[in-house]
């Protein structure tokens, strides 16, 4: 397999002086290569939203129910571990992409810093999600329209949306960062919404949605307590609750087509906790305040129960047109996450060299269109897939993302290792904690997995993703050669600390103080 130039090209490390002439030119190069393959379109005001708007989607509108119902209350205590480990899992991207901004992203770095056959297993898993959440995704968003037109077919709706966003997406990536932030806008301002109306509702005390219960905080503790279910519930709820999270590592494949992405990168991975907070635990605390956690989901969204104890009588209309912006929200961050994953898995020849080719407008095309062809399936799959089906899916999701973050966390130590025994220029965006935080988020991450085979319904998932992994190894090992067994390298933009020259007659002055 022949690999086409690499988009980001530098020697990292010690190197020869002689050297240094040939690594100048051949940056010079590649800048001028990177510039006419992709173009950095995406500003502060797109990846900021897109921050916001990766952490709602179909885990927080539909997955959320499911979670509750296997931990409780409890549930809110699963979300804030859960969003501690990803906050680390982004700073190590986010230190990671401010050093070195290319469209492969993680998929590159840990082919840089792990080995090639590392950074295939990554990309390709990436790509796997991807694939089935969109999946997911598509057939969420012909339910939510059949709500409106009952009688109109669903594979309709999903072929419909398909060409609509493959074609958006193949315009430019300006036209995808401005479709993220009026979506996320919608998504978060319904969230800032439900979050007041509740707490409205809990304040005043007003009956909501037919529930017996009274609104208030007693609800979080008064049915079964905070841990109804047990540790063994609160441990079942993170194959849900990962999934929640899934797709928030887009931000970092945002790099290679940020405008500055040193700027703007690590103000929209720090925004994660917030995210957390605001979005999962808040929204989720304010739900189950608001009725007990054995009745959400039973009766209807438990969103429509909160515009509807407000007296908003279009509530259910309200609730669908923000559903289906997160449906659409989360199908376009698929389509732009996994085409530029392959793309640069094709720089790197891991990838067919037709997904690396770029139209005038600079986008990878070919990789569009392969997202479109695979999310044609939900055409037909979406006819046999019933409703039980989610947490499944959700599973087999949660174990490709954890993986990929296992990898990004992997390749972020084989980094600073490296950063430590080669005396390179220290990062501009540190993790915090290291190594400690890092330890202990891949010992999470594994705990997870792990989690996935303790329980019955979600054990498929680890023979999926087992037998996945699998599949990738023989691949590298039988179709992969040339290029493609090369260790990517990445051009290191961390700027280096300045020197300060010292005048002689200061260095004498110093020197006899020293005496």
């Known amino acids: 397999m022949q690999q086409a130039p690499f988009d980001n090209k530098i020697r990292t490390g010690s190197t020869a002086s002689t050297d240094s002439k040939t690594a100048s ?11 006419a393959i992709l173009n950095r379109g995406l500003n502060v005001r797109h990846i900021r939203f897109m921050a916001l708007g990766s952490a709602i989607g179909t885990g927080l509108f539909y997955g959320s129910a499911s979670a509750i119902q296997k931990a409780g209350p409890a549930v809110l205590l699963a979300y804030i571990i859960g969003g501690a480990a990803v906050f680390m899992v982004m700073r190590a991207l986010g230190e990671m992409a401010v050093r070195h901004p290319v469209s ?15 950074g295939f297993v990554t990309g390709w898993t990436y790509v796997f999600e991807m694939a089935i959440v969109a999946i997911a995704d598509v ?9 409106w037109f009952p009688n109109v077919e669903r594979w309709i709706w999903i072929l419909a949306i398909i060409f609509f966003l493959a074609a958006l997406n193949l315009l430019s990536v300006k036209v995808f960062g401005e479709l993220e932030f009026w979506f996320s806008l919608i998504k978060v301002a319904a969230i800032i919404a439900m979050i007041a109306g509740g707490a409205a509702l809990i304040v005043f005390g007003f009956q909501s949605g037919g529930s017996a219960a009274a609104p208030g905080l007693g609800n979080l503790v008064e049915h079964g307590g905070f841990f109804p279910n047990g540790f063994e519930g609160l441990l079942a709820s993170f194959a849900v609750v990962m999934f929640a999270f899934g797709g928030i590592e887009t931000i970092g494949i945002t790099a ?13 991975v720090n925004t994660v906790p917030v995210r957390v907070l605001l979005f999962y635990v808040l929204t989720l605390g304010v739900l189950m305040s608001l009725f007990p956690w054995n009745e959400i989901g039973s009766n209807g969204s438990p969103f429509v129960q909160i515009f509807s104890g407000l007296g908003i009588p279009a509530a259910p209309h309200i609730l669908n047109a923000v559903v289906i912006t997160a449906a659409l929200s989360a199908i376009n961050s698929d389509i732009f996450g996994a085409g530029r994953i392959l793309f640069g898995l094709a720089r790197q020849g891991h990838a067919p060299q ?12 070919m990789t569009v269109v392969m997202m479109a062809g695979i999310l044609l399936a939900g055409v037909v799959l979406n006819a046999l897939i019933p ?21 990004i966390l992997a390749s972020h130590v084989a980094m600073k290792r490296e950063i430590a025994r080669t005396g390179l220029p220290a990062s501009e965006f540190p993790s915090p904690w290291w190594p ?4 202990l988020t891949i010992a999470f991450m594994a705990l997870v997995i792990a989690v996935l085979g303790v329980f019955e319904e979600t054990r498929v998932a680890l023979y999926v993703g087992a037998a996945w992994l699998a599949v990738l190894l023989l691949a ?3 179709k992969v050669g040339g290029a493609g067994r090369v260790r990517a390298e990445l051009v290191d933009e961390t700027a280096s600390l300045p020197v300060v020259k010292t005048a002689p007659a200061d260095l004498h002055n110093h020197r006899l103080q020293e005496r």
């Open 25 to 35: 030119g051949a940056i010079g190069a590649v800048e001028k290569t990177t510039e």
């Open 104 to 118: 492969g992203s993680f998929g590159q770095y840990a082919s840089r810093y792990l080995g090639p056959r590392a």
């Open 139 to 147: 057939t969420a968003f012909s339910i939510y329209m059949g709500f």
């Open 256 to 268: 290679g087509e940020a405008a500055d992405p040193k700027k703007v990168l690590p103000k929209a």
């Open 354 to 365: 037709s997904f690396g080719k770029v139209s005038r407008h600079g986008v990878p095309w």
């Open 387 to 407: 409703k039980g089906v989610f947490v499944l899916i959700a599973s087999i999701a949660t174990f490709a993302t954890v993986w990929v973050w296992v990898m």
């Open 436 to 439: 400690a935080a890092s330890i």
């Open 476 to 478: 590298y090992q039988f």
